[in-house]
DNA sequence: ACACATTATGGAACCGGTTCTATTTCAGTA
DNA sequence: TACTGAAATAGAACCGGTTCCATAATGTGT
């Protein structure tokens, strides 16, 4: 059935050594070499990766926790990762947790058993037990999204984007303010986001903050806004996320007041996706391809080098769009 | 380092293949058993599943070439995919061709050497080169989204849909279309739905249709848009996708011309991302999400049974929303 | 207690490659 | 022509498992 070295080897009369010191670079004469490169040609010979990886310890590829696939933000990382990996000719394998933690758990075993060289994990939140699966591989291991005492990680500046929004709508002459923001247990987009815009927002000793919890998906953000939006006396309204901040404005629309003359909005994000609705949305644009490139320069440092970096923290930029307007 | 079959063996004082009997469901002593349970707790042990593979020829791992990361469509039927594949035991490793011809050829090939048990693929065009790695790769191998004689395949009723958006145009009276239609390549996309538009359409014989040829990146449509639709006196678009649907609303709204006054949009997908924009867009919703889940049934026959199973046909619907309305 | 069927176990072969070592081949040099 | 060193090759061992086969240890019926 399918062809092996064995069977090369045979017709070519040599030895299979020889044949994979042909595929791999040794010393085959000129003869030999033409020899096995006909019967290869004519055979359609293609190596299998799985005995050769036995062997060699090494698969060259590289696992990816994503905790779900419906996210605009998930998408940009990936494709990020994407790319440079195919560049430095890395095969990726990509799990989706469906953010459920004992799949997360599961998956970064599952994918040690595999042999991947190197795991990358989108990270929601990092548990003791996700620490302690972490250490059981003990494998190149890379956080993105969540900083992790410990564990190499790459992390977005959320306290800063918290600030630059809050220090926006300050300037735009706003008070009174409606922030939707999700579960603590996400540090980054629960905390840090919110912390930054509360810390700025409060130098201002007027300054009139409503929080409320929600969720990531449009639908239970839109339910929220539906429920929160009409009682309000706040002038401008940020979503921890610009999916939240969508699912806002769909619920304004709805309720007839109008964005940005009734009531601005703003996000965190800046995805490409979403860069064309309309009116479009003042939001703080994070580096989210850039972060998959990095982190696959990253993690390559450490499979091949064992190198164990520091945690690294990239900045964003607020990019002030239709949705927000002076008070 | 990594703890392997033959420590265990050694450790329990038995030879691997009664550790490896004791893995799989031989049959073992009460008292070995236990005594090997106990080791492989302790020392933490995980069966390497390469070497595992090796013998057994299969890997239960699926690949999945997309054509991109960054399309909803994509993600609804990689959802559906991955959570059906989840539940059955399979790992999936997805790779991205990035919309590169080339690329779809090397993953196809790469997958084959990883030795996975089976590929889908969500296709926009098969040529003569897909056929040649397809049918060298010999294994299981499943098309979503473009009809392709000889291979299996899943695909939607693209023409169906067309006639459903044309019936739903005629029938608010409208007279003049300006249709945004894609690469022929994809013949789903590009023909069928067009085709169908059309056979629909000109039962009314009074229609005139405009079509204008674009890209599926909203940043391309939102252009040739800008181009197009100023001269237009066309009162109802329709975008190839409702991607381009959008890119049109947003070139549109640039233009002043409010949606659905003065000019009604609709498109084809139905993706849940985008149901909740404003204004909500018309369109035929696809089962994205079921078609992953059926390709994984698909694919698992073709794996256990060697079955080649008929091309499958989904329906789809028409869903009324806010961007159309009567002329 | 004895023949006979079961169950448990060890050893070896195998999956498809890579790599180490020993041997052969072939030049180049004295 | 004989000698030496480098290049080419064959053969065996190995990677970490599974599986087949033969043998050993149990258990059953009479």
Known sequence: MMVTINDIAKEAGVAK?????????????????????????KRGYKPNTFARSLKAQK??????????????????????????????????IITNANQEKEREIEDIYTLAKQKVDGIIFLAKEITAEHRKAIWDIELPFLVLGQHTKDIPSIVHDDYGAGKKIARHALELGHKEFLYFTVSKEDEAVGQDRYNGFMDEITKEGDAVVHSIETSFTMREAHQTAMEELPGTKASFVIGATDTIALAVMKAASELDLSVPEDISVAGYGGYDLFSFMTPALTTVKYPYFGIGDMAIDTIEKMIVKGEVPESQILSNE??????????
């Open 17 to 41: 050594s020889t044949v994979s010191r042909y595929l791999n670079n040794g010393s085959v004469s000129p003869r030999t070499k033409q020899k096995i490169d006909e019967i290869v040609k």
């Open 59 to 92: 698969t060259n590829m590289i696992g990816v926790i994503i905790p779900r696939l419906d996210s605009p933000s998930t998408n940009e990382v990936l494709s990020g990762i994407d790319s440079r990996a195919h560049e430095k000719g890395y095969q990726l």
């Open 318 to 327: 607020l990019v002030i769009k239709e949705t927000t307007k002076k008070n």
